[in-house]
């Protein structure tokens, strides 16, 4: 069966340090991946979404970048945060229209 | 578009009631549409799904109904438990849209004991 990982759980930075969320699929081969970010109490906006290795559309412009370097890896990163950073990150990968989230990543900013 | 900038609306519902969570969308051209429950600190969660040409479909204690004519999205939930407590995100795609999906903006369900 299909499964994702995500990690950190909790990650607490300061401003202008640099970011890098992981997240893998297993179970699957060639799936579309994606990066989406949650304020509190808020709803899910999509950041990044990836249909193959090296190929990231980005919905939002910001300061966080996506890569994929393999079929079943996605990174999110940043060179330096922001504190409107802050907020609850999902990986997520499809199979047709359907969506599989990740645990999360609580990410604070200071 | 997704409803990132709002609060989220709540529902309190008494232990053992019934719950409905509605959601209006806005294109016309979608035709899958997706419930997500997601728990305080966790990933969203698949509940149920339903494609346009249905309007009706049921699972284990829940029920989604879809209204097409006033683009009309429902959830409901018999015998709600304190388990059900969460918050409740309704999804819709179309087919030209690559599949993607667009969320609402999701509404919080609160279960009294």
């Known amino acids: 069966s299909q499964t994702i990982h995500q990690w950190p759980a909790t990650l607490v930075q300061p401003v202008g340090s640099p970011l890098s969320l992981e997240c893998t699929v297993e179970?699957?081969?060639?799936?579309?991946l994606y990066w989406y970010r949650q304020a509190a109490g808020r709803g899910l906006q999509l950041l990044f979404y990836?249909?193959?290795?090296?190929?990231i559309s980005s919905e939002v412009p910001q300061n966080l970048s996506a890569s994929r370097p393999q079929d079943r890896q996605f990174i999110l990163s940043s060179k330096k945060l922001l504190l409107s950073d802050s907020g609850f990150y999902l990986c997520?990968?499809?199979?047709?229209?359907?969506?599989?989230f990740g645990s999360g990543t609580q990410l604070s900013v200071l | 578009g997704e409803n990132v900038g709002l609060h989220l609306p709540t529902l309190s519902v008494q232990e053992g009631d019934n719950s409905i969570i509605n959601c209006a969308y806005s294109?016309?051209?979608?035709?899958?549409f997706i419930w997500y429950k997601q728990e305080s600190g966790k990933g969203p969660q698949f509940i149920i799904d339903?494609?346009?040409?249905?309007d009706k479909r049921q699972g284990q204690r829940v029920t989604v109904l879809l209204n097409k004519t006033v683009k009309h999205l429902s959830l409901q939930i018999a015998a709600t438990q304190p388990g059900d407590s969460a918050v409740y995100f309704c999804?819709?795609?179309?087919?030209?849209?690559?599949?993607?999906?667009?969320f609402g903006g999701g509404t919080r369900l609160m279960v009294k004991p």
């Open positions: 179970g699957t081969s060639n799936p579309n």
């Open positions: 339903i494609r346009s040409n249905m």
């Open positions: 997520a990968w499809s199979v047709d229209e359907k969506l599989f």
């Open positions: 294109n016309s051209a979608s035709d899958y």
């Open positions: 999804a819709e795609s179309f087919n030209n849209a690559g599949n993607m999906l667009t």
């Open positions: 990836s249909v193959g290795i090296g190929q």
